[in-house]
Nanobody
Framework: VQLQASGGGLVQAGGSLRLSCAAS????????MGWFRQAPGKEREFVAR????????YYKDSVKGRFTISRDNAKNTVYLQMNNLKPEDTAVYYC?????????????????WGQGTQVTVSS
């Protein structure tokens, strides 16, 4: 599976962005998908996950109620809708695919990664 993330940019605090992650390869619908982010000087951290096959979603506490992960299997794409953005959301955002179904928020458990897209939120 190859992943291509897009949709990042510069936005003012309170604004919105929608990130997309397009996947190539077969069996995309059978992967659990996640979004992670990494700010300068910090470790990569979990943001959201949508699990296969249940479709259940999981979020980092600080983004609950503001971010929504979703997928369109017909388009081989997973999305991260980000609303009410805050300066502390500034980071490079990565999408990732996990062949497993056990819910995990650790980046080492994911098998495939996209290249990252920069999100910058100004105050």
């Amino acid at each position: 599976v190859q992943l291509q993330a897009s949709g990042g940019g510069l936005v003012q605090a309170g604004g919105s962005l929608r990130l997309s992650c397009a996947a190539s390869g077969r069996s995309f619908s059978r992967y659990s998908m996640g979004w992670f982010r990494q700010a300068p000087g910090k470790e990569r951290e979990f943001v959201a996950r949508i699990n296969w096959p249940s479709g259940s979603t999981y979020y980092k506490d600080s983004v609950k109620g503001r971010f929504t992960i979703s997928r369109d299997n017909a388009k081989n794409t997973v999305y991260l809708q980000m609303n009410n953005l805050k300066p502390e959301d500034t980071a490079v955002y990565y999408c990732a695919a996990d062949q497993g179904t056990i819910v995990t928020m650790h980046h080492l458990d994911y098998d495939y990664w996209g290249q990252g897209t920069q999100v910058t939120v100004s105050s």
